[in-house]
């Protein structure tokens, strides 16, 4: 595609984002900013959040993944199902009944202050992390397709991919990215079957020559059962659970959105069908990812050494124009529809759980004390973008892994903590020294770390891969059963 198109799509694409907001935030206040006045249609935050749950990475890298892993990593989505579940008939009852706007408040009313301020802190740090992974796919590919072409740096692109997240939440906040979200998963699924019908096409095959041609490859292995490999089917499943409870239950940018729905039964039907729609897409992902590695080698085309790169270079380099075009446009949603969230959970988290800001729902608010949150709010996104800028600029210099592979990296690591912290909170009645809690917080992941590094010299040989967020979390579970208050108990 010319770098004349690519800015024109581009252009049309944010126009259109722009009016959404525009239309979304008129009337609006702190109280829309952080909850959507709780009015958003249950299967609007249904369909958006499975653009924001996918998201760029999902879109670029679990294709390009296929060729390393095969189809394992259905192994890791279908530990999804029983994750969602637990969200959605422990966890959102548990914020419906506290009326929460940041889900970290509980840990204040179970443990204390300092409980809750290391929630929000591992969330703060988590989501930077995440979303500037996530915005850094978006960035390399605006990059190769626009930005590069004339000759502009790599950090302008990503300074203008944040900019434009910045134009249209700063005054919704989540109102608007309920919207702008149900827009964007529609993009983004719909990249994703013109791709798979478009090499059905070049290939010349019918669906079931299609589905026969992806079961005979190579790479449809979707089960590992010897222990010791990090893919073994039991590791990947339970972390998928574990990982789908962290990352969306335990996440204030997925559990607000949910939060803007205003009755806990349309909550709970939200999560069973994303759940459903979200398995179904991953299949679809793996699947094309087989389908790309099969084309690329039919047409001669040199595999990428990274693999995140595949899809975009065959979609921009080989694909007819249309298909370029919507694959352009499946990107970007896919990237924007997790970035745009995250930046806007990570404002939220701030202002509600550092300064205070909205936290007491029933406070009277006169219009002085409004407009001074509203200016306050405004300087933390600002603040928040130019942290995600110089976090994707730390990872484009030291980056080599699959950036999927990557993002679950951190989450065994961050999300550790929150783990272990709600299972204490949900399964035991003990109240605990609350001064202690970030110690054990801060040591989880670095015994963890520790862990990791020798385990297959320590353990014969034995990787413990995603499980290890599940070690994060037991560690400490056992931390705080150390520092637990021996003279008092709490009924939960």
Known sequence: MSPELVFIVIAGYFLLLISISYFTSRNSNSETFFTGNRQSPWYLVAFGMIGASLSGITFISVPGEVGNSQFTY????????????????????????????????????????????????????????GASLRLFIVAG????????????????????????????????????????????????????????????????????ELTAVIQESNMSRVFVWDWQEPTNFFKQ????????????????????????????????????????????????????????????????FTIPERSDNL?????????????????????????????????????????VDFLGIGRNRDEVRDAAKEKIDQRTRKWVHVMFSFILLIVILIFNFINDES?????????TYTYGPLLGLYAFGLYTKWKVKDRWIPWVAVLSPLICFVLDTNSAAWFNGFKFGHFLLIINGAITFLGLLLIRDRSVSESV
């Open 74 to 129: 259905l192994q890791f989505v279908l530990g999804f199902i029983p994750g969602y579940a637990f969200i959605a008939l422990v966890l959102m009852p548990l914020y419906y009944k506290l009326n929460l706007v940041s889900i970290y408040g509980y840990l204040e009313q179970r443990f204390g202050y300092r409980a809750y301020k290391t929630g929000a802190f591992f969330f703060l740090l988590s989501r930077v992390i």
């Open 141 to 208: 590919v605006l990059h190769i397709a626009f930005f590069k072409a004339v000759g502009l740096p790599f950090w302008l692109t990503v300074v203008v991919a944040i900019a434009l997240i910045w134009l249209y939440t700063f005054r919704g906040g989540i109102k608007t990215i309920v919207w702008t979200d149900t827009l964007q998963t529609f993009f983004m699924l719909a990249s994703l079957v013109v791709s798979i019908l478009l090499i059905k096409s070049e290939l010349d095959l019918s669906f079931g």
């Open 237 to 300: 499943f339970i972390a998928g659970a574990f990982i789908a409870i962290v990352m969306t239950g335990l996440d204030q940018d997925m559990m607000q959105k949910n939060l803007t729905i205003k009755t806990l039964k349309d909550a709970q039907k939200n999560v069973f069908w994303f759940t459903v729609i979200l398995v179904l897409a991953n299949i679809l992902f793996l699947s094309l990812g087989a389908l790309l590695y099969i084309y690329a080698n039919e047409i001669g």
């Open 311 to 351: 899809f975009p270079a065959l979609a921009v380099n080989q694909f007819q124009v249309y298909a370029g075009v919507i694959f352009l446009l499946g990107i970007t949603a896919a990237a924007y529809s997790s970035a745009d969230s995250a930046l806007t959970a990570l404002t939220t988290s701030f202002c």
């Open 403 to 411: 950036v999927i592979m990557a993002v679950y990296r951190v989450a």
